[in-house]
């Protein structure tokens, strides 16, 4: 994994493969963030989220805030953590 991502400029996955010759997995890769990196913006949009509800913010103003739907400060506010289960497979 590079740690430089490249910018896609406004073209799709397929788009960019076609051109440069290569699968899209490969365009994901190069245009990716890496994991750290997502992962700690996530966690700071996260922390923002509670901080602003804190303060009696409404999720609908927090939302617009914070430049994300209503459903990511709903989820933000019920898993803290960042873990939601509703993703794991049952058995």
Do not use: F
Not at 18 to 34: D, F, H, L, M, N
Not at 38 to 47: G, P, T, V
Not at 62 to 78: D, F, K, P, R
């Amino acid at each position: 994994m590079t740690a430089d991502r490249i910018p896609r400029n406004g073209l799709t996955i397929r788009e960019l493969a076609a051109r440069a010759g290569v699968t899209p997995r490969t365009i994901k890769t190069w245009t990716s963030e890496p994991r750290e990196v997502y992962m700690s913006r996530a966690q700071k949009r996260r922390a923002k989220i509670r901080e602003l509800r804190a303060t009696g913010m409404s999720m609908r103003a927090i939302a617009e805030e914070v430049g994300c739907s209503v459903g990511t400060v709903h989820y933000a506010l019920n898993h803290p953590d960042g873990q939601g289960g509703h993703l794991t497979r049952r058995e």
